[in-house]
């Protein structure tokens, strides 16, 4: 079985410092890690994803991911906070040995503070 | 382009009624996927297909829930006898395809289901 941790259900953060939001998973094979974000009333869209090679995935508006095999964690993060980057995010994982489904994280709350 | 379109974007249904929920993927794509998301959680696989038959529909809760995609294209999930419990936000995706390799999925905005 496949599964995702998302140990923070907010994360609070000043608009200009670097923000963090964690991602641990279990996975049988290699994962495909991804990340998606969800603001209100709209489709989740998607941020970035881990496939293979460099550990460090860069994605959609500045935000960055680093595979950590060793720890199985694919925090996600970001430089510089901006208020307009205030949403739902959602962290997922897949067995790359497997079939197309995705397992979701319960999601964390990111609040940017003007 | 297109995205991937849902229909309704809300449905309000009573208790013992039957819903059905549409799904249009984005042109081209022959992998559909559907997802329940229920307040503060993530979205919770359902079913997929690739083509017109479901690849994997382990994640239907009960005989109550069906999905068709009788043309590869569109698809419907039905969802007989409706419980207060099925209230929630019916997600669709779609993909190029589906296997071993990644093929990134893309959402729809959505249906809303609130059963009273």
């Known amino acids: 079985a496949q599964s995702v941790a998302q140990p923070e259900d907010q994360v609070n953060v000043a608009e200009g410092n670097p923000l963090t939001v964690k991602c641990t998973y279990s996975?049988?094979?290699?994962?495909?890690l991804f990340w998606y974000v969800q603001y209100p009333n709209r489709g989740l869209q998607f941020l970035l994803k881990?496939?293979?090679?460099?550990?460090l995935v860069k994605g959609s508006y500045g935000f960055e991911a680093e595979f950590n095999k060793s720890q199985t964690s694919f925090h996600l993060k970001k430089p510089s906070a901006l208020v307009s980057d205030s949403a739902l995010y959602f962290c997922?994982?897949?067995?790359?040995?497997?079939?197309?489904?995705?397992?979701f994280g319960t999601g964390t709350k990111l609040q940017v503070i003007p | 382009g297109a995205g991937v379109s849902q229909t309704p974007s809300n449905k309000v249904t009573e208790k013992g009624k039957y819903v059905e929920l549409r799904c249009d993927p984005i042109?081209?794509?022959?992998?559909l996927y559907w997802y329940r998301q229920s307040l503060g959680q993530g979205p919770e696989f359902l079913i997929y297909?690739?083509?017109?038959?479901?690849?994997?529909d382990s994640g239907l809760p009960n005989d109550r829930f069906f999905a068709v995609r009788p043309e590869g294209s569109v698809s419907t999930l039905k969802i007989q006898r409706t419980e207060r419990g099925d209230s929630a936000v019916y997600l669709c995706?779609?993909?190029?395809?589906?296997?071993?390799?990644?093929?990134?999925?893309?959402f729809g905005p959505g249906t809303r289901l609130t059963v009273l």
């Open positions: 995706a779609s993909s190029l395809a589906a296997g071993p390799s990644y093929n990134e999925q893309f």
């Open positions: 996975v049988s094979g290699n994962p495909y």
């Open positions: 881990y496939i293979t090679g460099d550990n």
């Open positions: 997922a994982v897949r067995d790359a040995g497997g079939y197309q489904k995705v397992t």
């Open positions: 042109s081209g794509h022959t992998a």
């Open positions: 297909f690739q083509g017109t038959g479901a690849a994997d």
